[in-house]
């Protein structure tokens, strides 16, 4: 462009180079960059900080997220001078005005993020936690935070970006020193060949930043197996469950969703060494009744007597992909910071079938396998009472049966009382359990 236009207007590359030479070693153009990048981190952190705390919090409540919303949109779509002559007005001219500008910039974009994040968390995810681990730290550790890296690593790169960018805006108008403020002063007296080697650095700055930003945050995507390190003989430890099986009972209990009645009168009782398989067509209150007795829902009228520490098996397993097996398997004891927690886990493991396999992720075993670590996950909350809610629906005949002796092996042989409900009633027939039939919300 400078062959067409003036030199005064569009310098020629030799001058701008020659020139961002120039300032590099007379001008300390260094230390005005390091200066812009320091309020930019600072910005950053801060906008990730607040913007943490109100995505995670929005992402679990819908009603809150409501209310932020709107603040949140207009953050977003308001131009940065909007927030700058404010800002100067209350802080003066210098860092904190910068800093206050570039949070108020950046932190829309992390609110988003990370609502959006928490929001794409399968809901039956947290009922998992509630049975398997219920401490708002594992949760944070092992379902919210692994979800969210990959949106972090989005908020880090482009976010940082975003808080430079915001900065020099900033400093252009609010500011004493600053990239911004030089770039000013270079474009009011008409320096253009200052003018562009400051912005061109810029620039080339925002480059690399960007590219190393996503070398270093390329480690939040990777998934980590669990370190066992040296164990002595972990068969010789002994898998005892210690929690005493209790009888679990329905008295008089009703339920319904709106004005629809799902479950009327319901009187039944799971002694100890009992299985009562439930049956019932599609929507006839069998999984309604299963969260009654584990505790998810609540009774209009009636009594549940539940037992402490119900688990749960699932039709869709909700196993966790960041975790290898030996992690998925390990998440009740960790939850109470077991000591054992992996030597636990190994024996279940063995017991389970899948010794050789401690160290393998979710999407890379069988459907029937990711079954046998649920029941591994199972045993290691020590339960005293277990529901199987449709867990083996998408497994051909023979897998099925195989994990039906898998089951009673594990669990009825040591006297805990179950509720199984099922497609497949007829593949049970031959075992010690006990049929019971869901209709139109009455119990047979």
């Not at 509630?130 to 990959?150: C, H, N, Q, T, V």
């Amino acid at each position: 462009m400078s062959l067409y236009f003036t030199g005064y207007l569009v310098p020629s590359p030799y001058k701008v180079l020659k020139e961002i030479f120039f300032l590099l070693i007379n001008e300390r153009l260094d230390s005005i960059v390091f200066i812009t990048i320091y309020r930019s981190f600072i910005a950053f952190a801060i906008a990730v900080l607040i913007g943490s705390i109100i995505g995670i919090v929005s992402g679990l409540s819908g009603f809150l997220e409501k209310y932020f919303f709107i603040p949140t949109v207009i953050l977003q779509g308001a131009p940065p001078l909007l927030w700058i002559v404010p800002v100067i007005l209350l802080f003066n001219v210098g860092d904190v005005s910068v800093i206050v500008v570039s949070t108020l910039i950046v932190t829309p974009l992390v609110i988003i993020n990370i609502t959006e994040g928490v929001k794409g968390i399968d809901r039956h995810f947290f009922d998992m936690f509630r049975i398997y681990a219920p401490s708002k730290r594992m949760i944070l550790k092992e379902l919210i935070a692994p979800a969210l890296f990959p949106y972090y690593r989005s908020i880090i790169v482009l976010g940082f970006v975003l808080s430079m960018k915001s900065s020099v805006i900033a400093e252009w108008f609010g500011a004493k020193s600053g990239v911004g403020k030089l770039i000013n002063s270079y474009f009011y007296n008409f320096n253009i060949t200052s003018f562009y080697a400051v912005s061109v650095v810029f620039i080339f700055l925002i480059l690399i930043i960007s590219f190393a930003l996503k070398i270093i945050t390329a480690p939040l995507l990777k998934r980590k197996k669990t370190i066992i390190g040296p164990v002595t003989h972990y068969n010789d430890f002994s898998l005892v469950l210690t929690e005493e099986p209790k009888e679990i009972t329905l008295d008089n209990v009703s339920f319904h969703y709106g004005k629809k009645k799902i479950l009327n009168s319901i009187n039944v009782s799971i002694k100890k060494n009992e299985v009562v398989v439930l049956t019932g067509k599609s929507g006839s209150g069998k999984t309604t009744l299963a969260r009654l007795l584990s505790g998810f829902l609540k009774t209009d009228s009636g009594i549940v007597h539940r037992t402490n520490k119900p688990a749960i098996l699932y039709q869709d397993d909700l196993l966790l992909s960041h975790l290898d097996l030996i992690g998925n398997v390990s998440l009740p004891a960790r939850a109470v910071n077991d000591t054992n927690a992996l030597l636990k886990a190994q024996k279940a493991l063995e017991l389970c079938g899948l010794a050789d396999f401690n160290t393998y992720f979710i999407d890379e075993i069988s459907g029937g396998m990711r079954k046998r670590v649920a029941f591994g996950r199972a045993l290691l909350l020590d339960p005293d009472f277990i529901i199987l809610d449709e867990p083996f629906n998408n497994l051909d005949a023979v897998s099925r049966n195989e994990l039906w002796d898998l089951f009673f092996q594990l669990f009825v042989s040591r006297g805990i009382p179950a509720l199984i409900i099922t497609h497949y009633p007829d593949e049970l027939k031959n075992r010690n359990v006990r049929f019971v039939s869901l209709d139109n919300g009455y119990l047979k």
